[in-house]
């Protein structure tokens, strides 16, 4: 017969969670529960004990479901998380209904170009200079640059990767 210790007890939905109980139900660390209820402490507002213990609500639950939904599932930042809950809310975001779109007015937003735009945009100077009647002198040092610099590119992108993985 298990020992009382081993046993795990079904809680009901309504049921208040301490923070090790919430951490498991979500597959998560302690601290980062702990972590997200500073960053929004707007939705997540534990109870807290006269002894110092956290006690999770049901309507903390959601709120901590719904950022990790944002931040693990969708690969939203933190604030990006805070942004789209604070306008949508939790409930549209659990539902599924929440959209993550881009500001409708992004003129004031400066256009920056990317590291890998701008990798294309050499390559397609590149071989652009490079004609069948004049063949450029410097195209196969630039195409060599090029290639250097996109297979150092490709080793950072695994290393990093491999340690998210791990």
């Given at each position: 017969?298990?020992?009382?210790?081993t046993?795990?007890?079904?809680?009901?939905?309504?049921?208040?969670?301490?923070?090790?109980?919430?951490?498991?139900?979500?597959?998560?660390?302690?601290?980062?529960?702990?972590?997200?209820?500073?960053k929004?402490?707007?939705?997540?507002?534990?109870?807290?004990?006269?002894?110092?213990?956290?006690?999770?609500?049901?309507?903390?639950?959601?709120?901590?479901?719904?950022?990790?939904?944002?931040?693990?599932?969708?690969?939203?930042?933190?604030?990006g998380?805070?942004k789209?809950?604070?306008?949508?809310?939790?409930?549209?975001?659990?539902?599924?209904?929440?959209?993550i779109?881009?500001?409708?007015d992004?003129?004031?937003?400066?256009?920056?170009?990317?590291?890998?735009?701008e990798?294309?945009?050499?390559?397609?100077?590149?071989?652009?200079?490079?004609?069948?009647?004049t063949?450029?002198?410097?195209?196969?040092?630039?195409?060599?640059?090029?290639?250097?610099?996109?297979?150092?590119?490709k080793?950072?992108?695994?290393?990093?990767?491999?340690?998210s993985?791990?």
């Amino acid at each position: 017969m298990p020992s009382s210790a081993t046993r795990k007890i079904e809680k009901s939905a309504d049921a208040y969670r301490s923070i090790g109980e919430a951490a498991e139900e979500l597959g998560l660390q302690p601290h980062v529960l702990r972590y997200w209820e500073t960053k929004f402490s707007k939705f997540v507002k534990p109870l807290k004990r006269r002894d110092g213990r956290r006690m999770f609500r049901p309507e903390d639950m959601a709120a901590l479901r719904a950022i990790q939904t944002l931040v693990h599932d969708q690969g939203m930042t933190l604030k990006g998380a805070g942004k789209l809950l604070a306008e949508q809310g939790v409930g549209s975001v659990l539902g599924g209904e929440a959209r993550i779109v881009a500001p409708a007015d992004s003129s004031d937003v400066a256009p920056s170009i990317s590291p890998a735009r701008e990798m294309q945009e050499t390559v397609r100077k590149a071989f652009e200079a490079a004609t069948p009647d004049t063949p450029a002198s410097g195209t196969q040092e630039r195409l060599e640059t090029i290639l250097s610099d996109l297979t150092d590119l490709k080793a950072r992108l695994d290393a990093a990767r491999l340690k998210s993985a791990a």
